[in-house]
């Protein structure tokens, strides 16, 4: 039994006034957590872009730690986040504070990879770009945030199926279409198919970060727990030859591994940890001992089961980077604009019925 075309339309113009608030705020948080690093540089350049173009990589851990311990002797590093291949300019951003006894990173210290100079200290919070990347997310709200998440996540995908069949049950039609009509049923079917796309994989990620968050499988998470239950481990290996051996241990997994993140040992983690990333985001991690310098573990997606086959390409799916990286990345960014502009043509029409 068929659904009839009046069914299909009050149900779509239904469930799409409902959740049209939510789907565009989920696009517009997800376009600044697309390109979060260029953002950051426009909008704060003293904090965030180094003063020359330089190369991922260019300064390594060590050299960051021992700059630091002379710039500013008394900032305890938990861990650093290093430029991405396609924003080099990006300055190292290294988190941390003053007081070794708190868990919390209270401060940020941004440095830039090319000099290794210092170029500002200030306080943790993110900022409007960070904020908006979090938000996105719905990581400051909880469970509760996920759960409802992961409920408009859903209906968002059925609002688009719905509006699929909708524009192919009355396509034949579609030539007497004028206006801001004709605008959005012309970009309804494309549209339609990216939210299904981003809902799919975002519901899937957030269902995944959840049970991985529950189950305590985040490596990052457990490298801190081991080193509060214990007495600090003493360091008899330095993190540059530490990340050489990281390197080449993920390297059968990721064949041009970048370095995004590291965590020296101490008050923050038992070992070293360090999280690769390749082109198309894809993510592994590794721990590797202070004392003997031995690779502790490998980590598909930074967790400790689980992180192989789907759960390792949901994130290069969701943001485009699976279909060429980072020209990819930037097309999901412009598309997800232009659904954008398609959900107020959406609005428009709803508008328009209600005074008619």
Known sequence: MSISVPTLRRWHRRLAIVLGVFLM???LTGVVAQQ??????ATDPAVYRAADLAV??????????????VAKPDFV?????????ESPRTGIIVMGGRDASQRGMSRSVTIDPSTGAVLAERSSRAGWVGTATTLHQWLLFGTPGRIFLTLLGTMATLVSVLGILLWFRTRQAAGRARGVLRLHRSAGLIAGAFFILMS???VAMN???????????????????????????????????????ARTAVSSQLP??????????????????????????RRTDALVDPTDGHVVGVYPSGVTTGGTGLRQWLFPVHSGFLLGGWWGGLLFTVLGGATGLWILTGFTLWFQRRRA
């Open 36 to 41: 979060r690093f260029w953002l950051m540089q």
């Open 200 to 202: 799919v994989t975002g």
């Open 25 to 27: 705020f989920q696009v």
């Open 77 to 85: 590093v938990a861990h650093m986040m290093y430029p991405p291949p």
């Open 256 to 281: 041009e591994p970048y370095l995004i993140a590291f965590g020296p040992p101490g008050h923050h983690g038992r070992h070293y940890w360090f999280a690769f990333r390749d082109r198309l985001l």
């Open 207 to 245: 269902l995944f970060v959840w049970s991985e968050k529950a189950g305590g499988r985040s490596i990052f998470a457990n490298n801190m727990a081991q080193a509060h239950a214990g007495p600090m481990a003493m360091v008899a290996v330095d993190a540059t030859t530490a990340l050489a051996t």
């Open 56 to 69: 991922v990589g260019a300064e390594d851990p060590e050299a960051v730690l021992a700059g630091l311990a």
